[in-house]
């Protein structure tokens, strides 16, 4: 019995004409995987170009960020259930990159005068920038944990619900992202009241992740999913916002090739869109099972 149920496994499995729950909430994990690291992409480009490549580590991220789009394209055009080695292959990478990156980052800090001084984590390599990389593979690893579930069975990560452990997740993600937006903003003087947006959406966010994650989960939290469309809404709008300070320089976008470096990081926004998208599948997750 053991060995039709080892050999039903190695099956190849047949592709659903409509994705389960569990797949419809990977394919969005894989969408928010990929547009964290298309954030890491373009951001790590402009600042490593600034930086004249001088470290050849310092491509590593660029190779790894387009990696983790294409097979995150890839995740979100798979209704399939089962992870895919290659896809989980890179996600680890992703991770093991941004905790690497994180330590180059803290090093070029600390090798300045001065040392860990508010000077120098203000103008020095951003600390929390690395970590956008492996939030990117965190949310692809999970987006194949909850993929790799039979079909009629709830996904679990680590013996829990895959809908809570996503959702608790998220919200120190949040938590982390926000306070570099926080620290930032904060060398900005918060000049423009829309600055403090990035500091209270995302904690409000992940409060809610928080609670969802802990709280009932037939719970409908219809004002759960609009904060998380709103937090995902403003990640775009500060797109928009960036464009604006950049447009303020000198010169403005005529002189983008100064502005566009000296000015606020334009990619960096969408991080918060990426981390709301993967808060809405973990309230789809729970919803969804919680009719069982």
Same mark, same amino acid.
């Given at each position: 019995m053991a060995g039709t149920r080892e050999r039903l496994r190695e099956m190849p499995r047949p592709v659903p004409e409509m994705p389960t729950a569990a797949v419809t909430a990977a394919r969005r994990l894989n969408r928010a995987a990929g547009i964290i690291a298309a954030s890491v992409l373009i951001d790590s480009a402009m600042e490593h170009y600034r930086g004249n490549f001088h470290n050849k580590a310092m491509w590593t991220p660029l190779v790894t960020s387009s990696l983790s789009i294409a097979v995150?394209?890839? !995740?979100?055009?798979?209704?399939?259930?089962? %992870?895919?080695?290659?896809?989980?292959?890179? #996600?680890a990478a992703a991770g093991l990159v941004g905790a690497i990156g994180t330590g180059f980052h803290v090093y070029?800090?600390?090798?300045?005068?001065?040392?860990?001084?508010?000077?120098?984590?203000? #103008?020095?390599a951003p600390l929390g920038a690395p970590a956008a990389m492996s939030l990117s593979g965190l949310m692809g690893f999970l987006a194949e944990r909850v993929r790799d579930s039979e079909p009629e069975e709830e996904p679990e990560l680590f013996g829990l619900p895959a809908g809570r452990v996503v959702a608790a997740t998220t919200a120190v993600s949040l938590l982390g992202t926000a306070a570099e937006a926080g620290l930032l903003h904060f060398r900005g003087a918060?000049?423009?009241?829309?600055?403090?947006?990035?500091?209270?959406?995302?904690?409000?966010? %992940?409060?809610?992740? !928080? *609670?969802?994650?802990?709280?009932?989960?037939?719970?409908?939290?219809?004002?759960?999913?609009?904060?998380?469309?709103?937090?995902?809404? /403003?990640?775009? %709008?500060?797109?928009?916002?960036?464009?604006?300070?950049?447009?303020? !320089? /000198?010169?403005?976008?005529?002189?983008?090739?100064?502005?566009?470096?000296?000015?606020?990081?334009?990619?960096?926004?969408?991080?918060?869109? !990426?981390?709301?998208?993967?808060?809405?599948?973990?309230?789809?997750?729970?919803? =969804?099972? *919680?009719? =069982?």
């Open positions: 995150s394209i890839h !995740g979100v055009s798979d209704k399939r259930h089962g %992870a895919h080695p290659v896809r989980d292959l890179v #996600y070029n800090v600390t090798k300045k005068v001065g040392g860990f001084s508010w000077q120098n984590i203000f #103008y020095s918060f000049h423009n009241p829309a600055m403090l947006l990035p500091i209270t959406m995302p904690p409000v966010a %992940a409060a809610l992740l !928080g *609670a969802a994650a802990a709280g009932d989960a037939a719970k409908a939290r219809k004002g759960s999913r609009l904060w998380m469309a709103a937090t995902a809404a /403003m990640g775009v %709008a500060g797109v928009a916002f960036h464009a604006y300070g950049v447009s303020r !320089g /000198m010169g403005g976008w005529r002189n983008w090739r100064q502005n566009a470096f000296a000015g606020p990081p334009l990619p960096a926004p969408p991080s918060f869109t !990426g981390l709301a998208l993967a808060g809405l599948a973990a309230l789809a997750l729970l919803k =969804e099972h *919680a009719r =069982e």
